[in-house]
């Protein structure tokens, strides 16, 4: 099946910083999704981006489904930022189950 | 906005009780899943339904567990005889159709003493 491979693991930043967090997967995708585990469990949907660029305010994703890889982009970040962030694609299976990448933990100090 | 809601948002339950986890994806939506997240890792998919029967399921999805939509509105994941071992978030979520976004419920927290 598709292996999902985030980076770094864990990310500590000051606040105002921005980061990249990427996201590799070994086979063709037909959906990537970026969502945001908040402190208290919930998966928060970030980013629908098979393809392309999108932004949403500070954040802002690409992905490049040729070469299998995804960014995400925090600018200015803020305290409130903190959490995992997971990718989850999924590839040829027809039934739309999301395989999920390890996560990014991100800790943003004031 | 619509969205996927589950309850309990907490439950603690004995070894060996059964346990029923309950969800409401969202109304037009077609294609039903069931993930699990045990604490501090990632997240694993279960369970996929589809036109009123399971159309796929992982290695985890053994026989004690079992879903149903039983009334076109609620869908369920029922664990028989919960082990420690069962003890996570599990989370709902729900899509469209294929190739669009999948919504994921606030999850359970499921504690198994």
């Known amino acids: 099946g598709i292996q999902v491979e985030q980076s770094p693991p864990d990310l500590i930043l000051q606040e105002g910083a921005n980061s990249t967090l990427r996201c590799n997967f070994s086979d063709s995708v037909n959906n990537l999704q970026w969502f945001h585990q908040n402190p208290w469990g919930q998966l928060i949907n970030l980013f629908y981006?098979?393809?392309g660029t999108k932004q949403n305010g500070r954040l802002s994703a690409t992905t490049v489904a040729t070469e299998r890889y995804s960014l995400l982009y925090i600018s200015s970040s803020q305290t409130t930022d903190s959490g995992v962030y997971f990718c989850?694609?999924?590839?040829?299976?027809?039934?739309?189950?999301?395989?999920f990448g390890q996560g990014t933990t991100l800790q943003v100090k004031p | 906005e619509p969205e996927v809601t589950q309850t309990p948002s907490h439950q603690v339950t004995q070894m060996g009780q059964e346990v029923i986890l309950r969800c409401v994806p969202i109304s037009n939506h077609l294609y039903f899943y069931w993930y699990r997240q045990i604490l501090g890792q990632k997240v694993e998919f279960l369970v996929s339904f589809y036109n009123n029967e399971i159309s796929e399921k992982s290695e985890i999805f053994d026989d004690q567990f079992s879903v149903e939509r039983p009334d076109g509105s609620n869908f369920t994941l029922k664990i028989r005889s919960t082990k420690l071992e069962d003890s996570a978030m599990y989370f709902c979520?729900?899509?469209?159709?294929?190739?669009?976004?999948?919504?994921f419920g606030q999850g359970t927290r499921l504690t198994v003493v």
């Open positions: 979520a729900s899509r469209e159709v294929l190739n669009t976004e999948a919504f």
């Open positions: 989850a694609v999924f590839g040829s299976s027809n039934t739309g189950k999301l395989i």
């Open positions: 981006i098979p393809s």
